[in-house]
């Protein structure tokens, strides 16, 4: 039986004579941890990095086929429906976040600045900064900030300052609006 982190008193080389596990077995143990949970955020990054994007397309995509076609604001109720009843099991298909999706693909109509900025943080941090923000501008500032000092959606949402001035010790200031 393996000696684990546990109170087995099993002989293993992985003890020292004392009885305890040997230096040697910590920091193996203490390297396969970290590389554990170093891979579990880098897999949570790529998922909301793809979420994002999806989100993105989506958006752009019912944005665009509006313009085209005609199509009305019922539509959007529409597409819920009709891909709620495809994917029951998946969430975010909802009317509401179709519409987030329509107002994210219009705010960043930029695919690179998407992949590079926007879906490097999640998307409910999108939403607050599309409800918060209207000035594209004030949104990549916060977007770029969010990153550097990962700002959780709650600091997002009390956030009730201004960007900085140019003055200020920022890594990039932005232009002063009124929008908050």
């Known amino acids: 039986m393996k000696k684990s ?3 087995d008193t099993s002989p293993d080389s992985s003890l020292d004579p004392a009885g305890g596990f040997s230096p040697d077995y ?19 990054l790529a998922v909301n990095r ?11 995509d019912i944005l665009s086929t509006q313009r085209e076609k005609g199509w009305g604001a019922k539509v959007v109720d529409q597409i819920s429906g009709d891909l709620r ?7 975010g298909l909802s009317r509401t976040n179709l519409l987030y999706m329509r107002a994210f693909a ?3 109509p930029d695919e690179p600045i998407v992949q590079q900025l926007a879906g490097q943080i999640p ?3 999108n ?4 409800d918060k923000l ?23 949402v009390h956030k009730d300052s201004p960007a900085p001035q140019p003055n200020s010790k920022s890594s990039e200031a932005v232009p002063q609006t009124n929008e908050t």
């Not at 793809?50 to 752009?60: K, P, Q």
């Not at 939403?127 to 599309?130: K, S, T």
């Open 26 to 44: 910590v920091e193996f143990i203490r390297d396969i941890k970290q590389r554990i949970l170093t891979a579990r955020v880098r897999a949570a």
């Open 127 to 130: 939403c607050v900064l599309l």
């Open 5 to 7: 982190l546990s109170n």
């Open 123 to 125: 998307w409910f941090h």
């Open 50 to 60: 793809e979420l994002v994007l999806l989100y993105w397309s989506i958006g752009r």
């Open 85 to 91: 009843r495809e994917f029951p099991d998946m969430k």
């Open 134 to 156: 209207k000035d594209h501008q004030q949104r990549l500032w916060y977007a770029r900030q969010t990153i550097e000092h990962g700002w959780s959606r709650n600091v997002l």
């Open 106 to 108: 219009e705010a960043w």
